[in-house]
């Protein structure tokens, strides 16, 4: 049976047609209109739906009756030869085929018979009941009857049961000698595949010399056929695989009996001081351990007593049936066990069949050797013991937690602190200083908590409560926090020197030297500011009385003495904290990296230097590996370069998304990537750049200056004719073209060379302000504005650079001495007055002293505004220009025409340099050193008119304010009158 | 006129203006000669983009379809497909003849300010302000750019194509040249914004010029520097440079309403063109003669070395 069911995979059954298999080309066929759809009868004919929820169609033919012709009634006929019939008309005659079909009204198929139904009534009783029910309660009803319907047994029971069967029995010939184990078993007869009860074997075997009488005949036992399980390992037969029991040294109470080496007896008396010799994991094909000696028992071993050796006639009661099968699936173990058992049994016991289950019992775990059961309720020092976090914090934590949950200590996860958790889960601790008051000096740690102690003993004095071992009284607030003014615990002053001391162990061993300048407006307060601060990086614990001026007063000095402090706290370098509080995250999640090109680009201050220094090649050079797509390459007509590929663009890496490194460069690049707009250029070609750079003195820089000034005009003032002659003026330069070429290139590099080296000897003197200072002096230097060029000679250039540098950590009066120093020089007024705007300014601040410097010229590079517009690159030019000059003017008068911001934004740009220093910087000045270079030198056309557009609209801003007052005042003036 | 003018010998300028087209398009962003010099196109600021004859300076076609001022054109190798890229982010591809739209490609997002045809106009390249050089296949139906080039950092502003290189000028001051053949890409850093690159016609070198108004001549190969030519005024807009069409000189446009020409070689200034009071804002070389095209504001100036006696009499309207 189990068989069949495995086979059924196999012989399945199939109903109806299958489906042809759908064919992919097969044009889909056209859906059938409906007038289409039609059904036809087995004959043929045509049927038509007529209720769609009814099912029901025409009857007949084409709606008519039976045939072609229609329905026509029957007639009545009847003649003296042929007597008419009295005819019973039945339904059938009124009914079509159909409706005698399996689905039809009134289906005709071969059935049983009413009496072979079963449970078929006999008319008698039918007749009986009826009577019955007449003179019953509820007359003419059978309801109860109906209710309660006998069960009903199939046709062949009854038979068999007519031939003598009784339910229970089994179906065959009776059988002498043997009693029906039912008598003695359970009553109920099993039908299907029920299991034979297990003890029904064991009472057959104990029955077996019972009495039987000789004349008496036993029905069969009602068995099902033994359910042979089938094989379905490979293994041989009579294999047996591990047998979890041994293996596990469980009760496994097996005995084999027929083994001549098994000591059941031993076994049963003295189980337990004989153990079974081989333990783990037994069983056949399983080999012997390293640690086991002997090795005989290894695979199993069939001895011959486990077969028959020869023919009983096997009873076939025994439930196989004539199968003969090894013996120790026939025979019976259990009850072998009694005769085995020697001891006495008690009298009303007998021996259990199954032996009860072994309990295993674990022993306690072994205690280590220095074990001492003592529970240790300090959590401090249970912390401070157990990871070496600092005392300091495992003192925090002493004092904070003796207070707080004495009596019940570790209650929760959430009384815990994150020290703890730690050491719960096996963390390792973090590396920075874990407390802040690690940062300080032990010394200061100490004062702080006498402060501390004093204070709170101070006001605990009045109530002293239970916790004695701990003095100090747990202050209110953390440690971290004593910056902020704690309002009901301490006076004025002391925290101010908490903060003092916050602020030295901040400032403490900071070499950095760049700093936020708070009192950027009052010199001589910021001065004093970086005394102290100087002072706490060198560790003065007075610094700040140090650093305040004697000559002010007592109200002044407090003040500013809080401000200092309040300063340098907030503006205390970070990032070294920062970096040590935190770790990074171990696990990357996918998700948060990002593709970034495999191949980064190269330094770009070094490619900037490169380009400035016109060493274009391999400096400014980079070559990736660049995928196209496949049929771009196609398109082009080009084998793709890379066949195996299936990359595209550049090849990417995946990297951290919240990686410093990619935000690193990003906005570095931008940054640089729009580089400052440049002065206008006055060269004409190369050859006069090599000139002025060769030109060490500042005469022939003038002379040669004049002679490009004037060499340009000419074309624009006379138009053509003028502009053969620069032709020629150029053309008079070309034949000294090689030599000065190559010269030219090295005195450049020369020069950039020489000013490099001079950046590394600042920088290593200077600090970190004079690297962004030579940064924008080395902007200047690239194209050397004509005024630029004209004042200074080469070297002085440098030198009053080097000087601009000083200044910032030399005073004031430096900068008279260089005044008078460079008053000799053509235009001294100029550069006085930008060396002193510039210290005024570059003391302030870092970025303040970039924007100086690069303010400093007048067209040199200018800041974000530019940036912004710069971001989308060159603009188109505006839609209509009127005449270059009116129109600038027009548009600097007025918002430009084309009202389009940037178009105006872009116009601009030209004079926006100017228009930085008119912002920053005193118009007068400004104005003045633009008076001189005009008056002294010729510019470009365009320069100038630009020039005075911008003057102009200094006079005319200047002459409103003018008009404006002198209105104001007259307007006074007329007031009273 | 104290002495005569010593003019070059071989290679001649064009310094004379042989006329001046009107194109009654609003400002003129681009114009281009066709692959045979012998017609032109002129982008306009009223969205439109316009065929013209060099010959006679008449107009041949209109092309209408842009949603915003065409910014820059090409026309195919076999004059029968021009592509125009323009402000409305979309670059189109038209049939010549009949004036309709082929295929409209969007998917930049930013305006696009250059497009090119490659050799066998299988291929339309354009750049835009996205920092994005889409290929786009002219010979399926696909909407999708063949490749899209995202190297840039910042709007690309100028692009060229040569046999099987793409050469792309980008705003953040970088020269990239994306070789298909080796599977490379070469990047010169430049430093300022980069507003104009060509190859020259021996297709060794690249010329670009920058906002810092200086071109730049490098060598294809290694990237030195092989010329710098100064002198004009390159400094808020997009403008164009172009060389000769024998690579004898460098040509720019200028803020200061000239046209720049200087010798390739010695990087001397050779010619400065007049053109008129306003900025110059597009020119293109003839492909073999020695002609130029340079737009100011809505006009286009034809200019040739001598003055042609057979097309003098052509009707210009000025």
């Known amino acids: 049976m189990a068989a069949d069911s495995n086979n059924e995979k196999d012989d399945f059954v199939s109903y ?12 889909l066929k056209k859906p059938v209109p409906i ?43 009847s003649s003296r030869q042929s007597k008419a019939e009295q005819q019973q008309a039945r339904p059938e005659d009124f009914m079509d085929e159909e409706d005698f079909g399996e689905h039809g009204i009134a289906p005709r198929e071969i059935t049983r018979s009413a009496e072979f139904q079963s449970g078929h009534r006999d008319l008698a009783t039918e007749k009986a009941r009826a009577v019955n029910a007449q003179s019953s309660l509820i007359p003419g009803d059978t309801l109860l009857e109906d209710i309660i319907a006998p069960a009903q047994s199939s046709i062949g029971v009854e038979l068999l049961k007519k031939m003598g069967w009784r339910e229970g029995q089994g179906v065959g010939p009776r059988v002498k000698r043997k009693p029906k184990k ?57 294999y047996r695989g591990l047998d979890p029991g041994l293996a596990l040294g469980q009760a496994s109470e097996h005995i084999n009996l027929f083994d001549p080496q098994f000591d059941s007896k031993g076994k049963l008396f003295g189980g337990k001081q004989k153990q079974s010799r081989r333990r783990g994991v037994v069983g056949q094909g399983f080999g012997v351990g390293a640690l086991e000696d002997e090795d005989e028992d290894i695979y199993h071993r069939d001895s011959m007593s486990k077969y028959d050796t020869e023919i009983k006639d096997e009873e076939p009661t025994d439930g196989l049936f004539g199968w003969t099968a090894p013996q120790e699936y026939t025979k019976k173990k259990d009850s072998n066990k009694d005769a085995s058992y020697i001891g006495k049994i008690l009298e009303g016991f007998t021996l259990a069949q199954k032996s009860e289950a072994l309990k295993t019992i674990f022993p306690p775990p072994r205690l280590p050797r220095d074990y001492r059961p003592v529970r240790r309720f300090n959590p401090g020092t249970f912390v401070s013991h157990v990871t070496g976090v600092s005392p300091a914090l495992a003192q925090a934590l002493k004092t904070s937690r003796g207070h707080m949950d004495k009596d019940e200590p570790q209650t929760g996860r959430h009384q815990l602190d994150s020290g703890q958790r730690r050491v719960l889960i096996g963390e390792e601790a ?53 910056s902020k003014p704690a309002p009901n615990v301490t006076p004025q002053p002391s925290i101010s020197q908490e903060q003092q001391q916050e602020a030295l162990s901040a400032w403490k061993g900071q070499t950095t030297t760049q700093t936020f300048k708070p009192f950027e407006k009052n ?128 090849p990417k890496v995946k990297r951290d998304k919240f990686s410093v490194f990619n935000f690193l460069t990003v906005p570095e690049s931008r940054e640089t990537s729009v580089p400052p707009p440049k002065a206008p250029e006055v060269k004409k070609s190369r050859w006069d750049v090599s000139q002025e750079m060769k030109d060490s003195d500042a005469l022939s820089e003038m002379l040669s200056a004049a002679r490009d000034q004037s060499s340009e005009i000419g074309p624009d003032q006379t138009g053509t004719m003028d502009q053969t002659r620069t032709k020629d003026q150029t053309r008079t330069d070309t034949p000294a073209l090689p030599a000065p070429d190559s010269k030219d290139q090295q005195s450049d590099i020369r020069t950039e060379t020489k000013e490099t080296l001079n950046k590394d000897s600042k920088e290593d003197s200077s600090d970190s302000d004079s690297d962004s200072d030579s940064d924008s002096e080395t902007e200047e230097t690239r194209p050397p504005m004509d005024v630029f060029k004209a004042i200074f000679s080469s070297s002085s250039e440098e030198k009053s650079s080097s000087e601009s540098e000083e200044e910032k950590e ?32 570059t003391t302030s601040s870092v970025a303040m002293a970039t924007a100086a410097t690069s303010t400093k010229q007048n067209t040199a590079p200018s800041t974000s505004q530019t940036e912004e517009q710069e971001w989308f690159g060159p603009k188109l030019p505006p839609p209509s220009f009127a005449l270059k000059s ?53 510019k470009k056309r365009e320069e100038s008119s630009s020039d005075s557009d911008t003057e102009t609209e200094h006079t005319t801003s200047d002459v409103s304010t003018e008009e404006l007052l002198r209105r104001l005042k007259t307007v006074r003036a007329q007031c009273p009158l | 006129m104290a002495f005569p003018a010593p003019r070059p010998e071989g290679p001649q300028l064009p310094q004379v203006l042989l006329r001046t087209v009107d194109c009654l398009q609003g400002p003129v962003r681009a114009v281009r000669f066709n692959v045979d010099g012998n017609y032109f196109l002129s982008c306009g600021a009223d969205k439109s983009l316009k065929l013209w004859s060099v010959n006679r300076g008449t107009l041949l076609k209109t092309y209408s379809g842009h949603g915003y001022e065409v910014l820059d054109a090409d026309s195919s190798f076999d004059n029968s497909q021009l592509c125009s890229c323009s402000s409305d982010k979309s670059v189109i591809l038209w049939d010549v003849a009949s004036g309709q739209v082929t295929r409209k490609l969007r998917g930049h997002a930013g305006k696009v300010n250059c497009v090119q045809f490659n050799e066998e106009a299988t291929v339309v390249l354009s750049g835009s302000i996205d920092g994005s050089v889409r290929c786009w296949d002219t010979r399926s139906r696909r909407q999708e750019p063949i490749q899209i080039l995202d190297d840039a950092r910042d709007s690309i502003s100028s692009l060229k194509v040569a046999q099987h290189e793409l050469l792309t000028g980008c705003v953040d001051g970088r020269l990239r040249r994306y070789d298909l053949r080796m599977g490379q890409l070469h990047v010169d850093f430049i430093s300022s914004p980069i507003t104009c690159v060509c190859f020259s016609a021996d297709g060794q070198c690249t010329l670009s010029s920058s906002l810092d108004s200086t071109l730049r001549l490098l060598d294809k190969s290694t990237g030195e520097l092989l010329g710098e030519y100064k002198g004009h005024q390159m400094k808020g807009y997009k403008l164009d440079c172009c060389l000769s069409s024998k690579d004898t000189h460098v040509l720019s446009c200028s803020e200061d309403g000239h046209v720049y020409c200087w010798d390739l070689v010695e990087g001397s200034l050779a010619l400065k063109l007049p053109v008129g009071k306003a900025v110059v804002q597009s020119m293109s070389f003839h492909p073999s003669q020695c002609r130029l095209l340079t737009a100011m504001e809505r006009h286009v100036q034809l200019w040739a070395n001598e003055s042609e006696s057979t097309e003098e009499s052509m009707n210009t309207d000025t």
């Not at chain 1, 109806?16 to 044009?27: K, S, V």
């Not at chain 1, 000789?214 to 293994?235: C, H, I, S, Y």
């Not at chain 1, 934004?905 to 005193?922: A, G, I, R």
Request: aromatic share 8%; charged share 35%; hydrophobic share 25%.
């Open chain 1, 16 to 27: 109806g047609t299958a489906l042809e298999p759908l064919e992919e080309d097969e044009p």
């Open chain 1, 35 to 77: 007038y289409e759809q039609t059904v036809r009868d087995e004959k043929g004919r045509y049927q038509r739906f007529h209720g769609a929820f009814t099912g029901g169609f025409s009857a007949g033919y084409f709606n008519t009756v039976g045939s072609k012709e229609g329905w026509t009634p029957s007639t009545f006929k």
């Open chain 1, 182 to 238: 039912q008598k003695t078993g359970e009553g109920v007869g099993v039908y299907g595949c029920a299991l034979p009860p297990s003890g029904s074997e064991g009472s057959d075997e104990e029955n077996d010399d019972e009495f039987a009488p000789e004349n008496v005949t036993f029905a069969p036992k009602d068995v099902t056929p033994v359910d042979f399980t089938p094989r379905l390992g490979l293994q041989g037969l009579g």
């Open chain 1, 430 to 482: 973090l590396q920075g200083p874990s407390s802040v008051l690690d940062l300080l000096k032990p010394a200061d740690r100490e004062r702080l908590k006498h402060i501390r102690k004093s204070k709170s003993s101070l006001q605990t004095q009045p109530t002293k409560d239970s916790n004695s071992q701990s003095a100090l009284r747990p202050s209110p607030f953390p440690p971290t926090s004593s």
């Open chain 1, 523 to 650: 010199l001589e307060k910021q001065e004093r500011y970086e005394q102290y601060l100087n002072r706490l990086r060198q560790g003065d614990k007075d610094a700040l009385e140090h650093s305040l001026d004697p000559q002010m007063t007592e109200w002044e000095r407090s003040r500013e003495r809080e401000e200092f402090v309040r300063a340098s706290i907030l503006y205390r370098p970070s990032s070294s904290f920062l970096s040590s509080r935190f770790t990074r995250g171990k696990q990357q999640d996918d998700d948060d990296t990002v593709e970034v090109n495999r191949d980064e680009e190269g330094d770009l201050d070094d490619k900037q230097a490169a380009v400035k220094m016109k060493m274009f090649g391999k400096l400014t050079r980079e070559t990736f590996e660049w995928h196209p797509d496949k049929l771009l390459c196609k398109r082009f007509n080009v084998p793709d370069p890379y066949p195996g590929s299936s990359l595209v663009g550049l």
């Open chain 1, 810 to 841: 030399e005073q004031k009066k430096e900068q008279k001495e260089e005044q008078g120093h460079v008053t000799h020089i053509l235009f001294n007024i100029n550069t006085a007055v930008t060396t002193t705007t510039l210290s005024v300014t």
């Open chain 1, 886 to 938: 009116s129109s600038r003017d027009l548009r600097a008068r007025s918002p430009s025409p084309s009202s389009d911001e940037k178009h105006r934004k872009s116009k601009d740009k030209k004079h926006k340099n100017k228009k930085d220093h008119k912002h920053k910087k005193e118009k007068k000045k400004k104005k003045h050193k633009k008076h001189k270079h005009k008056g002294k030198q010729k």
